[in-house]
Structure formats: C-alpha cells, structure tokens
C-alpha cells in the first residue's frame, strides 16, 4: 500500500530566505510525483508534476526534485515570499486502474514579513 | 475558461440528515474523482467515475456515502444520515484523459455535521 508522508507539518521562516519541503513515499515505483498548493478555503492548485523518468522541474523560483530508488522528493523554493504562504501537498497516482492520487498530509508554510 | 465548481461551498447539517453535493467538471473532461480531506490532512481518495460508470469505489467510508453522474458531466456525492466524523472538505477534481491523469480541482464543499 503507497503511504505518502510530509516532514515538517508546518514550518515558519523570514521573508528572503530559501526552504526546502520534504516528501516520501513507500513504494518507488510510481507513474508521477506532483507538488500542489492549497490556500485556505481554496482547492488544489498544481505547481509542478515530476514523471518519474525526471529527476528535477522547474518552474520560477520552484524546483522540485525526484529521487525514486530512495522514496523522496523535495520542493525548493528559493526567495521567499509572503504570498507564498499556503499548504503544500504532494501526491502520487497509484498505477492499477484509475490515477486515483494518494497524498502526504501537506506541509503549512507561513513566510513572516 | 471556466474551471471546476462546487456548490454549496459551505454546509452546516445537523447529525443524521441527507446532504447532497454537487460537481461541475470542465466541461468535455471525461473523468471524475472525488476527495474527502478532513482537517489537517491531506486529501483522501473517495470515488471515480469515467464518463457516467463509476469504476471505482473503493474509498467511500460507508454505505451512506453514495455518488452519481448519470450524464457523464455534474457528479452528485450524497452523503445520508450524516455523522460527525463525516464533517471535512470534499473536493472534486476531473480530467480529460480517462484514466485520470492532470487532475484539474475544483474550491471544495466544506460539510460540518453538528
């Protein structure tokens, strides 16, 4: 059974500075890896999906990497800033049948002024 | 364009009445899926349909939890004599291909069972 898992659960850094999210995941072999963001009140809005022949995307000051022998994938977010405050998920599709997601619980990132 | 919606956005029911909610999917996606994400959690897995079948309903909790899409478009989640541990987010996401790859989500039914 894939078990997905967010290591911090919430996190609190300065405006500026560079963080790293962490995610896990049980069985390695996987179609994707892909990291949401949900604000409050809000759905799940799609920042990048890593096929699991990549080892890193990229889109602005988001980098995400995939590491799949070693069940982990990291969100790097460089420059932070408030407006980047929210909850980051990651999620991975299981492979029998439907692309039904399995999630990690999110990480609460708040980015002080 | 117009992406997923929900309605209601918010919902108060007292323990053990009906609820119903509701799911428009971009239009022309052919797969639907539907999430219950309780407080402080992550998204979890509850139904999927493909066009009007649903092919999958491993992740409803109980036979009180029952969903429909009988045109393939809006998906109804119905969720009968409510309980408090019922109360959580219900998201809706769908997706063009039928397997449920690039899954678009829509804002969420926040249920709370008093």
């Known amino acids: 059974k894939q078990e997905v898992t967010q290591i911090p659960a919430a996190l609190s850094v300065p405006e500026g500075e560079n963080l790293v999210l962490n995610c896990s995941f049980t069985d390695s072999a996987i179609y994707n890896l892909q990291w949401f963001r949900q604000d409050p009140g809000k759905g799940l809005t799609s920042l990048l999906l890593?096929?699991?022949?990549?080892r890193e995307q990229t889109s602005g000051r988001l980098n995400a990497s995939l590491d799949k022998s070693s069940g982990r994938s990291t969100l790097y977010i460089a420059a932070s800033q408030p407006g980047d405050s929210a909850t980051y998920l990651c999620a991975v599709p299981l492979i029998q049948g439907a692309q039904k997601l399995v999630f990690g619980q999110g990480t609460r990132l708040t980015i002080n002024p | 364009g117009a992406g997923v919606s929900q309605s209601p956005r918010y919902k108060v029911a007292k323990r053990g009445q009906d609820v119903a909610l509701r799911c428009d999917p971009i239009?022309?996606?052919?797969?639907l899926f539907w999430y219950q994400q309780a407080l402080g959690q992550g998204p979890e897995f509850l139904t999927y349909?493909?066009?009007?079948?649903?092919?999958?309903k491993s992740g409803l909790p109980s036979d009180r939890f029952f969903a429909e899409r009988p045109e393939g478009s809006v998906s109804t989640l119905k969720i009968q004599r409510t309980q408090q541990e019922d109360s959580a987010v219900y998201l809706c996401?769908?997706?063009?291909?039928?397997?449920?790859?690039?899954?678009?989500f829509g804002p969420g039914t926040r249920l709370l069972v008093l």
């Open positions: 996401a769908s997706s063009p291909s039928p397997e449920g790859e690039t899954q678009y």
């Open positions: 890593i096929q699991s022949s990549q």
């Open positions: 349909f493909q066009n009007e079948a649903q092919l999958d």
């Open positions: 239009s022309g996606h052919v797969s």
